[in-house]
T-cell receptor, first 118, second 113 residues
Framework: DAGVTQSPTHLIKTRGQQVTLRCSPKSGHDTVSWYQQALGQGPQFIFQYYEEEERQRGNFPDRFSGHQFPNYSSELNVNALLLGDSALYLC?????????????????FGPGTRLTVT | GNSVTQMEGPVTLSEEAFLTINCTYTATGYPSLFWYVQYPGEGLQLLLKATKADDKGSNKGFEATYRKETTSFHLEKGSVQVSDSAVYFCALSGIQGAQKLVFGQGTRLTINP
């Protein structure tokens, strides 16, 4: 059973460019969340997708956008890259429907994409 | 707002020492609490979780108890190993039905042989 996968592993972009990161969720999961982890910091929530719609969003500018496809995979797009966008971008997947019991909101993370903006 | 505060690192211990990493949270409602571990160059792995007050999460010798009265979720291990060297993150989610995780700043743990 494949876990969460992300591509590419590493990416180097120039300030002002645009980038697309990709994520495939764990089998059986239907919800994808994206996080930004700056060096030496804890991950910060960017947004979450369920049923191909953005369901929640953190404090990130509109330059950050996303998409979820019918197979539950997801993309994160960042426009007009800034030096401060350099970070590890983590994708996490979870299952929205957890049966009758209270959900634990357990998220499984991929290995991340290391983005460097020069 | 909702937040998580962890004890500042880095923490350096000798093998077989007792480990405690403190974590406190601020939240309205009843969050779920988690500890995640990040090994060098890797993503985050769920270490343990607790969903309600007085629950004890445990895994690989690590334990943490959900203390609502002190809003804490301290991570403990009785005897650490060199392989436990990593960064540990305390996190919460489930506030008002939201699934997003709110993380602490992380604590870097180094175990010396």
């Amino acid at each position: 059973d494949a876990g969460v996968t992300q591509s590419p592993t590493h990416l180097i972009k120039t300030r002002g460019q645009q980038v697309t990161l990709r994520c495939s969720p764990k089998s059986g999961h239907d919800t994808v969340s994206w996080y930004q982890q700056a060096l030496g910091q804890g991950p910060q929530f960017i947004f979450q997708y369920y049923e191909e719609e953005e369901r929640q969003r953190g404090n990130f500018p509109d330059r950050f956008s996303g998409h979820q496809f019918p197979n539950y995979s997801s993309e994160l797009n960042v426009n007009a890259l800034l030096l401060g966008d350099s970070a590890l971008y983590l994708c996490a997947s979870s299952s929205t429907f957890g049966g009758r019991q209270r959900k634990t909101y357990e998220q499984y993370f991929g290995p991340g994409t290391r983005l460097t903006v020069t | 707002g909702n937040s998580v505060t962890q004890m500042e690192g880095p923490v350096t211990l000798s093998e077989e020492a007792f480990l405690t990493i403190n974590c406190t949270y601020t939240a309205t409602g009843y969050p779920s609490l988690f500890w995640y571990v990040q090994y060098p160059g890797e993503g985050l792995q769920l270490l343990l979780k607790a969903t309600k007050a007085d629950d004890k999460g445990s895994n690989k010798g690590f334990e943490a108890t959900y203390r609502k009265e002190t809003t804490s979720f301290h991570l403990e291990k009785g005897s650490v190993q060199v392989s436990d060297s990593a960064v540990y993150f305390c996190a919460l989610s489930g506030i008002q039905g939201a699934q997003k995780l709110v993380f602490g700043q992380g604590t870097r743990l180094t175990i010396n042989p």
